[in-house]
């Protein structure tokens, strides 16, 4: 069987699978009859920015959802990273731990506080940081200091934080992650901005850290147009970002006076009314991925030339964007060139931040997992989907 022929087999299967002969994207957002009747009632009763019921109960099913005892939504997922990183003190004489597989939204908010990323590689059987890696770092450069900070020898700063990614859906193993951070007194902050809906020895995601974030940007397992979220049980960190994310306005009925240098970062109603109704949809639509994920298990069993990305022991996937891995860069490749021609949309990895030029220059481990990964990932369709097997 030639390269070719699996990849028109590929294509047979997705067209069959989406019951299209359309372009078939990488992932539709999916809204029903109450989405439009939340978003009128916003338009309807006027209140579309940062005053409405909508963003409180938006609030609440998250809360409820995931198990967090504080949740604060905000306009994107990068902002609530801001936000987190903020809270914390993160300051341009500070380094944050993360990896070189994400999107640039988790570098990007640690430059925004002016602090440096340092990369540590990830673990190929989670494609998120790796504790053994982690621990290596910190054994070697990481010195906890009479002032309670751990240092990192090489660069004379304080690293403040780790902000693990739950790539694709999948969780990183993140209480040995959160075990050893805790040992060097290194805060975590869980990017889960990919990951509503996924387990990790049966906690939510974001939920074994300081602080955790989401995004419900429109790609996303549900969206909100543009959006994000703070997720926390610590009660001081949540009433804080919820100033400092409005403004750090003081409340009152009609006074402005604002008691520090603040972000206007809070969810708009008119998006938060859209999130209220996703979330009526939640559930659905983790079932559904998860079932699209085991058909394409199965399917790719029978195929040597690929192996599909399955969720890593303990914990349970919202498997946001499936993903199959291929033997090396040409046939990966060759892959999406052959797919994206035929307008089915597949996609590679984030291009690894240690490459993009702005983050070339940070310290890092050695990165053979991160680069293994990036030659040979491609994600395939996963939008949530009723298979005719289910019916
Ligand atoms: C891993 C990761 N972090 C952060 C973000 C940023 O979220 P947003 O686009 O809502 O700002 C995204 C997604 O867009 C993401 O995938």
């Given at each position: 069987?030639?390269?070719?022929d699996f990849?028109?087999?590929?294509v047979?299967?997705?067209?069959?699978?989406?019951?299209?002969?359309?372009?078939?994207?990488?992932?539709?957002?999916?809204?029903?009859?109450?989405?439009?009747?939340?978003v009128?009632?916003t338009?309807?009763?006027?209140?579309?920015?940062?005053?409405?019921?909508?963003?409180?109960?938006?609030?609440?099913?998250?809360?409820?959802?995931?198990?967090?005892?504080?949740?604060?939504?905000?306009?994107?997922?990068?902002?609530?990273?801001?936000?987190?990183?903020h809270?914390?003190?993160?300051?341009?004489?500070d380094?944050?731990?993360?990896?070189?597989?994400t999107?640039?939204?988790?570098?990007?908010?640690i430059?925004?506080?002016g602090?440096?990323?340092?990369?540590?590689?990830?673990d190929?059987?989670?494609?998120?940081?790796s504790?053994t890696?982690?621990?290596?770092?910190?054994?070697?450069?990481?010195?906890?200091?009479?002032?309670?900070f751990?240092?990192?020898?090489?660069?004379?700063?304080?690293?403040?934080?780790c902000?693990?990614?739950?790539?694709?859906?999948?969780?990183?193993?993140?209480?040995?992650?959160?075990?050893?951070?805790?040992?060097?007194?290194i805060?975590?902050i869980?990017?889960?901005?990919?990951?509503?809906?996924?387990?990790?020895?049966?906690?939510?995601?974001?939920?074994h850290?300081?602080?955790?974030?989401?995004?419900?940007?429109?790609n996303?397992?549900?969206?909100?147009?543009?959006?994000?979220?703070?997720?926390?049980?610590?009660?001081?960190?949540?009433?804080?970002?919820?100033?400092?994310?409005?403004?750090?306005?003081?409340?009152?009925p009609?006074?402005?006076?604002?008691?520090?240098?603040?972000?206007?970062?809070r969810l708009?109603?008119?998006?938060?009314?859209?999130?209220?109704?996703?979330?009526?949809?939640?559930?659905?639509?983790?079932?559904?991925k998860?079932?699209?994920?085991?058909?394409?298990?199965?399917?790719?069993g029978?195929?040597?030339k690929?192996?599909?990305?399955?969720?890593?022991?303990?914990?349970?996937?919202?498997?946001?964007?499936?993903?199959i891995?291929?033997d090396?860069?040409?046939?990966?490749?060759?892959?999406l060139d052959?797919?994206n021609?035929?307008?089915?949309?597949?996609?590679?990895?984030?291009?690894?931040m240690?490459?993009?030029?702005?983050y070339?220059?940070?310290?890092?481990?050695?990165l053979?997992?991160?680069e293994?990964?990036e030659?040979?990932?491609?994600?395939?369709?996963?939008s949530?989907?009723?298979?005719?097997?289910?019916?």
């Amino acid at each position: 069987m030639s390269n070719r022929d699996f990849i028109d087999s590929f294509v047979d299967m997705i067209r069959d699978v989406f019951s299209t002969d359309e372009f078939v994207p990488l992932h539709a957002p999916c809204f029903g009859d109450l989405e439009k009747e939340l978003v009128l009632e916003t338009l309807t009763s006027t209140f579309v920015s940062s005053v409405g019921q909508f963003v409180n109960e938006f609030e609440v099913q998250l809360a409820e959802y995931t198990g967090a005892g504080f949740v604060v939504a905000t306009n994107t997922g990068t902002a609530a990273l801001h936000t987190a990183l903020h809270l914390l003190g993160v300051r341009s004489t500070d380094e944050v731990i993360t990896t070189p597989l994400t999107f640039v939204a988790t570098c990007n908010a640690i430059s925004y506080c002016g602090a440096r990323p340092i990369f540590v590689d990830v673990d190929q059987d989670s494609l998120g940081l790796s504790p053994t890696r982690l621990a290596e770092f910190l054994e070697e450069y990481g010195e906890i200091r009479e002032d309670g900070f751990c240092w990192n020898k090489s660069s004379e700063r304080v690293i403040r934080a780790c902000v693990p990614v739950h790539n694709l859906g999948h969780s990183a193993k993140i209480d040995e992650i959160a075990a050893i951070c805790t040992n060097y007194n290194i805060a975590v902050i869980e990017d889960a901005a990919e990951s509503l809906g996924s387990w990790s020895n049966n906690v939510h995601t974001g939920r074994h850290g300081l602080m955790g974030t989401l995004s419900f940007n429109g790609n996303k397992i549900i969206t909100t147009g543009g959006g994000g979220a703070l997720i926390t049980d610590d009660a001081v960190l949540a009433q804080r970002a919820r100033h400092i994310s409005t403004t750090a306005k003081q409340p009152h009925p009609w006074l402005f006076k604002h008691d520090e240098v603040g972000f206007n970062y809070r969810l708009p109603n008119l998006n938060a009314a859209l999130g209220c109704a996703q979330m009526k949809q939640l559930d659905r639509f983790v079932l559904e991925k998860r079932q699209l994920a085991a058909y394409y298990e199965e399917w790719f069993g029978d195929w040597p030339k690929a192996s599909f990305f399955t969720e890593p022991p303990n914990s349970r996937s919202n498997y946001w964007l499936n993903a199959i891995l291929l033997d090396d860069r040409a046939a990966r490749d060759d892959f999406l060139d052959r797919t994206n021609r035929v307008g089915v949309m597949t996609r590679p990895m984030w291009t690894p931040m240690h490459t993009l030029p702005m983050y070339q220059n940070c310290q890092r481990t050695d990165l053979t997992n991160a680069e293994w990964i990036e030659e040979r990932l491609v994600n395939i369709p996963s939008s949530a989907t009723k298979l005719s097997t289910n019916e």
